[in-house]
């Protein structure tokens, strides 16, 4: 064995030791979240961060809903569906955050293969409500600025509660679905996740059964759930820059584009991630990839909502304001 043979099997060994460490932790029921489990030595970094960014999550969007519920003057369309958007990143990072930090913390990186399928249930119900709530902000966008005289009439109570119904139904049956599904297979002996939750293309690789009309099926959905709604989102704002762009005044311009930057920030950050990772066969899907975009739109974008609705909007920023006294 020549030297380059020798050092690279002396740096492969620890990892190898390490991942078997893990493995006994578990039984044949179990599945293993390797997304943070290398590296134990710099676990405290991470932990540190990512407790750090849960803690930002929970009290930020949790001041956006009570501010949103205790002014009067937000108790319209867009700041209800603002309000239950903030309600959904709250209920996502509770999904997530709480057990990678735990896993991290306990150096126990074991979920239960009951307890995966739940998780992966809850993740992908408010990820697709997370996408219809924003289609649905940027349609109520769309009324405001394009058919002002019609807002009041259109945006009704029973209209957007029943936008909310419909958007909470429908994320609701498509995880189902898919959970449903994938509750049927059998998965091979290794059962370790390169990843830090249960996600659906790494549980998805794991499979040892055959996969072909689950992923039909999958694609479908994200034909429904991810095109449908972003082609909502496209058309509404090609619709507003038309508007914007006949507005003569630069103030009124500037204007209406401050009501509509912060929804288009949180769009763009949104669909980024998530065409990164699952717009794509499970066959070229990349662990390392899939984990960092992953942490994009698991903690950062839940995070960065409440600061992006509040610093570019005046009313908001009131209303925190007043709420904190």
């Known amino acids: ?55 930002v999550t929970m009290l930020g969007n ?33 999904t997530i955050v709480p057990k990678v930090l735990l896993n991290i913390h306990t150096q126990h990186y074991t979920i239960s293969h009951t307890g995966c399928l739940v998780q992966m249930f809850f993740f992908m119900e408010l990820a697709l ?21 019609h807002y009041t009439t259109i945006m009704g109570p029973q209209r957007c509660l029943l936008l909310l119904a419909a958007s909470w139904l429908s994320s609701h049956l498509l995880a189902f679905s898919l959970c449903l599904l994938m509750s049927q297979f059998s998965f091979c002996a290794s059962h370790a996740i390169p990843h830090f939750f249960c996600d659906l293309l790494p549980l998805l690789k794991l499979a040892c059964s055959d996969t072909h009309i689950f992923q039909l099926m999958m694609f479908a959905e994200a034909a429904l759930s991810g095109v449908v709604p972003l082609t909502c989102v496209l058309v509404s704002y090609a ?33 980024g991630t ?33 600061f992006i609705y509040s ?3 005046r009313d908001m920023k009131g209303a925190l304001w ?3 006294g």
């Open 239 to 271: 619709h507003i820059i038309h508007t914007i762009l006949r507005i003569p005044s630069a103030g009124g311009k500037h204007k209406v584009f401050s009501t509509c930057g912060s929804h288009l920030t949180v769009v763009t950050l949104f669909y």
């Open 129 to 149: 409500l997370d996408d219809f709530l924003l289609a649905v902000m940027a349609y109520d966008r769309y009324i405001a600025i394009c058919l002002p005289l």
């Open 62 to 94: 949790l001041l956006i809903i009570l501010a949103i519920s205790s002014d009067p003057h937000l108790h319209t369309p867009m700041y209800f569906f603002l309000a239950n958007l903030s309600f959904t990143d709250t209920c996502f990072s509770c």
């Open 274 to 306: 998530v065409f990164l990772v699952y717009f794509q066969p499970s066959s070229s899907y990349s662990a390392d990839t899939g984990v960092v975009a992953s942490v994009v739109y698991t903690m950062v974008t839940p995070m960065l909502n409440p």
């Open 322 to 324: 007043r709420l904190l």
């Open 311 to 313: 610093l570019r909007n």
């Open 1 to 55: 064995m020549n030297p380059e043979e020798t050092a690279a099997n002396s740096s492969i060994w620890p990892r190898q030791q390490s991942y078997q460490e893990i493995g006994n932790q578990t039984n044949i029921s179990d599945f293993l979240l390797l997304g943070f489990s290398q590296h134990p030595e710099q676990q405290p970094l991470p932990f540190g961060l990512f407790l750090a960014m849960y803690l």
